[in-house]
């Protein structure tokens, strides 16, 4: 079942304005909004697997190939 749009809560602008809103508003969201949008949005793209310890391995082979420690 969908749901109707609520056509009272409609905005109107132009793309600038919009824009601005969604810099201003990712100016002022805390890390961890950030971070766990930018989680969803990997989950959205790359499906489950791409926050699932991907991140670990990457680090590994980069240690192992440039012997960082």
Known sequence: MTKK???N???YGNQK????NDISYW?????EEKLQTITYLRE???GKEATTGK?????????SK????
């Open 5 to 7: 749009m609520d056509r």
């Open 55 to 63: 991140m670990v391995k990457i680090y590994t082979m980069f240690r």
């Open 9 to 11: 809560n409609v905005s």
């Open 27 to 31: 100016q002022n969201a805390s890390v």
């Open 44 to 46: 959205c793209f790359y």
């Open 66 to 69: 440039y012997g960082t420690e």
């Open 17 to 20: 304005m919009f824009d601005e």
